[in-house]
């Protein structure tokens, strides 16, 4: 069933906004975008240019991943420290909720963006993204020089990780539009820059701030950044009208030799053809149950790594007596294993409240241990954290075992009593009140050819070829699942 949308408040504009998602470019800038350069140092634009900057820029929005490595040093520069044996301790501990927040605003502006995005252009956005981060590091700098915090969790927590957001999700939409034969290959080469980032960043702000300073360090790691970036900025473009690759066109239709859309069979476009699971429309998405027990799962999922990559450096210098060079190293390290681990669109939304919530959660009772008593050295004040973190993440686990991954997951009419179903090493199981029951092989195919039949027989329209059953005749816009605004 669709969801109802509201035609006038808030919710309308809100719907106009994620609905509305047309580029539009004037021909001045469509030939503008066809090469790259200026006057005599142009040259025609090559869609393989897209991949080094993207990655670049990418690594660049990775350095959030290295914040570690300034918790002790704000905190030092902030609160000053006291001696205890050979070892300076810092008076607070503050500094890591600073990623917390830059989390939050990360995803949050990555969701709330995506169709801004979409509409002005990857240059324009990453641009302001850019920008803002840029800005944020400043306020953070001018934080750090009058030792207020509230204005580090402002500028790189709000402002800095609203302009990450932005700038994460800029290159990928664009790549995948210049590489519809090898979507997931550009998609993944994008975003894998973002782990790839913390492995080189985070060996750089502690030697910069012994020679300059922590002032001075943010001051020249942010200009320097957006240089960098705008450099980047310059090469981001979708491609021209009509263009297209090995018989597709930027949205992955296929396209014949004049350039228009193939249909099947019928003067419909491909559009209309498309398998019927993945024809929901944005609103839909959101609020089907897939999409609900996905979210939960990389809440919970989520929380472990966030929480871990705000303290990580503390953890190695304070429980392990690792010196400060040690600790780089292991935060560089452990960003080779976020290479293929990156979120990407409104999803990121549940790594940012795991984020949040689990941060600020860690941090309460981090600091509650350390009022009682305990001292940073105690391996107790992380370890008491991990109880509740292996829980929820146990719980995400589990959610993820229900999520529908297949056609006929999705489409199979429910039995009687069935209140949910999964696979377990391709065994298709329904649970529900007669308990849990197990279908053979034979009896779910029986049961898909019966429901095929069923829909070819209630809507005859546009031949259609449904994947584990003979091709049949069904009206994509009538079949269960198929859900428009």
Not at 132 to 153: D, P, R, S, V
Not at 369 to 395: E, F, M, R
Not at 431 to 439: D, R
Request: a positive charge; hydrophobic letters at 45%; proline letters at 4%.
């Amino acid at each position: 069933m669709a969801i109802k949308v509201p035609t006038s408040g808030p919710l309308a504009y809100i719907a106009h906004h994620y609905n509305n998602t047309k580029l539009h470019r004037t021909d001045a800038q469509i030939e503008r975008e066809k090469t790259l350069g200026i006057g005599p140092l142009s040259m025609p634009y090559n869609r393989w240019l897209m991949f080094p900057a993207a990655f670049i820029f990418q690594a660049i929005c990775g350095s959030l991943y290295a914040w570690s490595v300034f918790n002790d040093p704000i905190d030092k520069e902030l609160y000053g420290y006291t001696v205890k044996g050979t070892k300076q301790v810092a008076n607070q501990h503050n500094a890591s909720v600073t990623f917390y927040i830059a989390v939050g605003f990360f995803g949050l502006s990555a969701a709330i963006n995506g169709p801004w995005l979409e509409r002005v252009g990857p240059r324009k956005a990453s641009l302001v993204g850019t920008t803002l981060f840029l800005i944020g590091n400043m306020i953070a700098t001018i934080g750090i020089h009058f030792k207020i915090i509230g204005l580090i969790y402002f500028g790189y927590g709000v402002i800095g990780g609203s302009g990450l957001g932005l700038c994460y999700i800029s290159p990928v939409s664009a790549l995948q539009k210049w590489f519809p034969d090898r979507r997931g290959i550009a998609a993944g080469f994008a975003v894998c820059g973002f782990g790839a980032g913390s492995i080189a960043l985070a060996k750089v702000p502690l030697p910069l701030a012994g020679a300059i300073g922590l002032t001075k360090t943010f001051m020249t790691l942010g200009f320097a950044y957006f240089a960098i970036m705008f450099m980047c900025c310059l090469i981001f473009r979708v491609p021209p009208p009509g263009f297209q690759v090995n018989g597709m066109d930027m949205y992955r239709n296929k396209v014949n030799a004049n350039g228009d859309v193939e249909a099947f069979n019928t003067d419909k476009t491909a559009s209309n053809v498309r398998n019927p699971a993945a024809s929901l429309a944005l609103i839909d998405s959101i609020f089907s149950s897939e999409y609900r027990l996905i979210y939960l799962m990389f809440f919970g999922n989520s929380i472990a790594g966030l929480v871990v990559l705000s303290r990580l450096a503390n953890i190695v210098t304070d429980i392990f007596g690792k010196d400060n060079n040690t600790a780089t190293t292991v935060v560089s390290i452990n960003g080779g294993f976020n290479l293929a681990g990156p979120l990407h669109g409104i999803i990121l939304t549940a790594w940012s409240i795991a984020g949040v919530g689990g941060g600020l959660l860690f941090t309460a009772i981090y600091n509650n241990l350390l009022a009682n008593g305990y001292t940073i050295n105690d391996s107790w004040i992380y370890s008491k954290n991990l109880y509740w973190i292996l829980g929820v993440a146990s719980i995400g686990f589990i959610f993820i075992m229900f999520v529908r991954t297949n056609i006929r997951d999705r489409l199979l009419p429910k039995a009687d009593g069935e209140f949910t179903r999964t696979r377990f090493f391709g065994k298709f199981i329904r649970i529900g009140s007669f308990g849990v029951k197990v279908l053979s092989k034979e009896q779910e195919d029986r049961e898909w050819a019966e429901y095929v039949e069923s829909v070819s027989q209630s809507t005859p329209s546009t031949m259609h070829e449904v994947k584990g059953a003979q091709p049949v005749v069904i009206d994509n816009k009538d079949l269960p699942g198929k859900t428009e605004l």
